[in-house]
């Protein structure tokens, strides 16, 4: 939504995931692991993810982990 309205495309090689709380906040999610895993199976080496997900994970070589606390900060980094 936030690349349709800033007329920007997110890079293809990059996954943003997490829980979204009402008030903007990016959550941590259950089984981060295994999904960053298919990530890399897929390709994907800039990750967004939440903060509190961040503190858990050890990023694979060739991976860029990236860490937010609500979306505004996940939009600002990926879209400027």
Do not use: I, N, Y
């Not at 007329?7 to 999904?35: N, Y």
């Not at 990236?66 to 979306?71: I, L, Y």
């Amino acid at each position: 939504v936030a690349s349709s309205l800033r007329d920007k495309v997110l890079p293809q090689d990059a996954v943003v995931f997490g829980g979204v709380g009402v008030a903007g906040e990016v959550r941590a999610v259950a089984h981060a692991e295994h999904w960053l895993a298919e990530c890399v199976r897929v390709g994907f080496t800039t990750w967004v993810v939440p903060k509190e997900t961040l503190r858990h994970l050890h990023a694979p070589e060739g991976v860029t982990l990236r860490g937010v606390d609500t979306v505004a900060q996940g939009v600002a980094m990926m879209l400027g």
